[in-house]
T-cell receptor
């Protein structure tokens, strides 16, 4: 089974400062990696994903993440945050299920990013 | 991008009644949909996998007789909470696969059972 660890439950940061949200995973097989963002009382929106290829992945809203296989990490970064980035961020991994279509996602516990003026 | 809708967005019901939540993929066909439950300030808990034309697969600890899932078409899955009780109050989110590697999520349904 796979698992995801997001060590930081809350990350406060000032506007226009850089931010890194940490994500580590464990799995005995190859995984797909995802970052989702959730605004209050809303569903999850896909920020970016790593399936294969280049380990540096760029997503929406200026976010990027780097897959590091040796460190089993997939940290999310943004060089300059905005007030509107305040939200909950979830890291997730998946492996392909054996039957049917689609992959089950395993989520981390989330990191609340709070951007302050 | 892929769009997934849920209806209703918010529902309040009395204890003992049943509530149906719809999940639709609006611009793509989804053979697989998932249903999640999210508690306040918590992560998403997978409840079940819904496959079009077959029975849903429930995660351990989820009562299949209480949470009825029907995936009647390639664009619609429904979750019915039967004989709802206050402890069933939660935020329910569905997702659908477009292709085989990425889930797209609905906006969620807030269920409050009085």
């Amino acid at each position: 089974a796979q698992s995801v660890t997001q060590l930081d439950s809350q990350v406060p940061v000032f506007e226009e400062a850089p931010v890194e949200l940490r994500c580590n995973y464990s799995s005995s097989v190859s995984v797909y990696l995802f970052w989702y963002v959730q605004y209050p009382n809303q569903g999850l929106q896909l920020l970016l994903k790593y399936l294969s290829g280049s380990t540096l992945v760029k997503g929406i809203n200026g976010f990027e993440a780097e897959f590091n296989k040796s460190q089993t990490s997939f940290h999310l970064r943004k060089p300059s945050v905005h007030i509107s980035d305040t939200a909950e961020y979830f890291c997730a991994v998946s492996v392909r299920v054996l039957t049917g279509g689609g992959n089950k996602l395993t989520f981390g516990t989330g990191t609340q990013l709070k951007v302050e003026l | 991008g892929a769009v997934v809708s849920q209806h209703p967005s918010r529902v309040i019901c009395k204890s003992g009644t049943s509530v149906k939540i719809e999940c639709r993929s609006l611009d793509f066909q989804a053979t697989t949909m998932f249903w999640y439950r999210q508690f306040p300030k918590k992560s998403l808990m997978l409840m079940a996998t819904s496959n079009e034309g077959s029975k849903a697969t429930y995660e351990q600890g989820v009562e299949k007789d209480k949470f009825l899932i029907n995936h009647a078409s390639l664009t619609l899955s429904t979750l019915t909470v039967t004989s709802a009780h206050p402890e069933d109050s939660s935020f329910y989110i569905c997702s659908a696969y477009r292709g085989t590697d990425t889930q797209y999520f609905g906006p969620g349904t807030r269920l409050t059972v009085l």
